[in-house]
């Protein structure tokens, strides 16, 4: 797997994470929370700016 396709699965999952999290009508969910959290961290370590992603 090469890292563009690395960046490109991590922006689907936190575009998915995402919808989740708006479907939910934002009821708290930690283990939700933290997985947003960690896919930020990873996109953001490899220069990719999640801002325009969050819904």
């Known amino acids: 797997m090469t890292e563009q396709e690395l960046i490109i699965g ?4 936190y575009v998915d994470l995402q919808r ?4 939910n009508k934002n009821t708290p969910n930690e283990e939700l ?18 801002e325009d992603l969050t819904l």
């Open 20 to 23: 989740i999290k708006k479907e």
């Open 10 to 13: 991590l922006i689907d999952k």
């Open 33 to 50: 929370e933290y997985q947003i959290r960690a896919t930020t961290v990873k996109l953001s370590s490899m220069g990719v700016n999640v």
